[in-house]
């Protein structure tokens, strides 16, 4: 059973993520919980909160959540009756980042599918705060969803990679099962002006090799003097259609998840981004 986490803030880019998700995992015997926080709109106008109004407007909102998420159900069971799928809503007095930690830990989530942006969110910036924050500190791969990003199966995915990381099995099982089901084409770029590798990554490179094998793998290599540009072209000359990447300490994408706008970063994420987190779990 593949469990799945969706966040919403009920904006047309949580609902369009919730559809993709939906969608990829159309033939995975899947549980979905749906999940809103509060937490933060109870507090919003503290100017105008008093303590004693605290506990009044927690009530309201919890029930305005509760809802709008049974209203999201609805709406999925109509434009998705599959038999394969369950439903859970969860409303929630609590931050996102301590409820999806909360949630990832007790329900043993395979995947956080979630909007690039939410219904406040700067468009200057390529990831919305609350994305930004679940990338970062939730322990669980994360997909991220595109504004307005139409569904289009994963039939061409790459995967940067300088083979120095320890790859975790139930990550890469994950980006495996998940292609397989439409048979994907995974293009492992390496970043290196040499090109050689290191037995550290010869050994690292037949380990992506023995846990993606149930997919059509390609080993390619660019000297390009800069990794975002390399990778921001490689999809943009080889019609590529989802990116995964690995989040771990010092790695590339640490590096661009700690950046704030596009101009800092020169690569543009517009295709759905799987954040693997390269953590050991169960």
């Not at 029930?63 to 369950?86: G, M, Y």
């Not at 770029?189 to 037995?199: D, E, T, W």
């Not at 995964?244 to 590096?255: A, G, H, I, K, Q």
Request: charged fraction near 25%; charge should be neutral.
């Amino acid at each position: 059973m593949r469990k799945i986490l969706v966040p919403t803030d009920f904006s047309a880019n949580a609902m369009n993520a919730l559809k993709f998700a939906l969608e990829l995992f159309k033939y995975d015997r899947s549980e979905f919980f749906i999940m809103h926080t509060y937490q933060d709109e109870i507090y919003a106008d503290n100017a105008l909160l008093k303590r004693e109004n605290v506990a009044k407007a927690a009530e309201v909102i919890g029930a305005k959540a509760e809802q709008q998420l049974n209203e999201i159900l609805e709406a999925v069971h109509e434009i998705s009756p599959n038999p394969r799928h369950t439903y859970t809503i969860v409303s929630a007095n609590n931050t996102l980042i301590d409820e999806s930690d909360s949630i990832v830990d007790r329900e043993n989530i395979d995947c956080i599918v979630m909007g690039t942006r939410g219904q406040t969110n700067d468009r200057k910036f390529t990831f919305g705060s609350n994305t930004l924050q679940v990338l970062k500190y939730v322990q669980s791969p994360v997909l991220a969803i595109p504004e307005n990003y139409t569904y289009t199966p994963p039939r061409h995915i790459l995967f940067p990679t300088n083979y120095m990381i320890p790859y975790k099995r139930r990550e890469l099982k994950l980006v495996c099962e998940m292609a397989s089901k439409y048979k994907a084409t995974i293009d492992m770029l390496h970043v290196s002006k040499s090109g050689k590798l290191s037995i550290r990554q010869e050994d690292n490179q037949q380990f992506l090799r023995d846990e993606l094998c149930k997919n059509t793998l390609n080993f390619k290599t660019t000297n390009n003097t800069s990794i975002s540009n390399a990778i921001y072209t490689y999809i943009k000359e080889n019609a590529i259609d989802m990116l995964v990447m690995v989040n771990t300490r010092r790695s590339f994408l640490e590096d661009i998840l700690l950046q704030s706008t596009i101009k800092k970063l020169s690569l543009y994420i517009d295709i759905p981004f799987l954040a693997l987190q390269n953590v050991r779990r169960d």
